[in-house]
T-cell receptor, first 117, second 114 residues
Framework: EAGVAQSPRYKIIEKRQSVAFWCNPI?????LYWYQQILGQGPKLLIQ????????DSQLPKDRFSAERLKGVDSTLKIQPAKLEDSAVYLC???????????????FGPGTRLTVL | AQSVTQLDSHVSVSEGTPVLLRCNYS??????LFWYVQHPNKGLQLLLK??????LVKGINGFEAEFKKSETSFHLTKPSAHMSDAAEYFC????????????FGQGTELSVKP
């Protein structure tokens, strides 16, 4: 079974530029998550989708971050404009269960390492 | 509000000796608890999970963890460390009705000396 795919793996941009990340979840997984992992910290949830609807985006800085999951499969996360503090690894995860499941194992992709100069 | 505290940011052991990574959680209801491992430049991998069944949970690669409600702890152990165990380990909590949201601890870096 193929895992969660993410691209690009690495990205270097200058502050105020824009960047987009792509995620392809495991086939059939209803729920998709984007996390931000700053160096030395645990991942923090940015946004959660169930199919193509947003379940939780309370931690997403909406003035500069946006995400979509058209057709309930692939997802893109965009930052516009980027700031120095956005330097982090952006992880995508997917889960076969719905967002109300009591137990919800998530499968993680390799992440995209973003460096903002 | 739910939270996780990993008591050690870095643990160093010698190969063949026991591993203990400590985790305390805070949760209003019955939580699901997980340990994930992250090797350099690789994605997070689930080691084991607790979901209100047996309190002693066995995972992959010889790891296990014990859920102790009275102590609000979920420490990760392994009897004998291997060089390949060197990685970052995250204790994670999720609550029923929170949409499957995972709350990660800060992580514990495990070093294994030859």
């Amino acid at each position: 079974e193929a895992g969660v795919a993410q691209s690009p793996r690495y990205k270097i941009i200058e502050k105020r530029q824009s960047v987009a990340f792509w995620c392809n979840p495991i086939s059939g997984h209803a729920t998709l998550y984007w996390y931000q992992q700053i160096l030395g910290q645990g991942p923090k949830l940015l946004i959660q989708f169930q199919n193509n609807g947003v379940v939780d985006d309370s931690q997403l800085p909406k003035d500069r971050f946006s995400a979509e999951r058209l057709k309930g499969v692939d997802s893109t996360l965009k930052i516009q404009p980027a700031k120095l503090e956005d330097s982090a690894v952006y992880l995508c995860a997917s889960s076969p269960k719905g967002s109300n499941s009591a137990y919800n194992e998530q499968f993680f992709g390799p992440g995209t390492r973003l460096t903002v100069l | 509000a739910q939270s996780v505290t990993q008591l050690d940011s870095h643990v160093s052991v010698s190969e063949g000796t026991p591993v203990l990574l400590r985790c305390n959680y805070s949760s209003s209801y019955s939580p699901s608890l997980f340990w994930y491992v992250q090797h350099p430049n690789k994605g997070l991998q689930l080691l084991l999970k607790y979901t209100s069944a047996a309190t002693l949970v066995k995972g992959i690669n010889g790891f296990e963890a014990e859920f102790k409600k009275s102590e609000t702890s979920f420490h990760l152990t392994k009897p004998s460390a291997h060089m390949s165990d060197a990685a970052e380990y995250f204790c994670v909590v999720s609550e029923v009705g929170q949409g499957g949201k995972l709350i990660f601890g800060q992580g514990t870096e495990l070093s294994v000396k030859p």
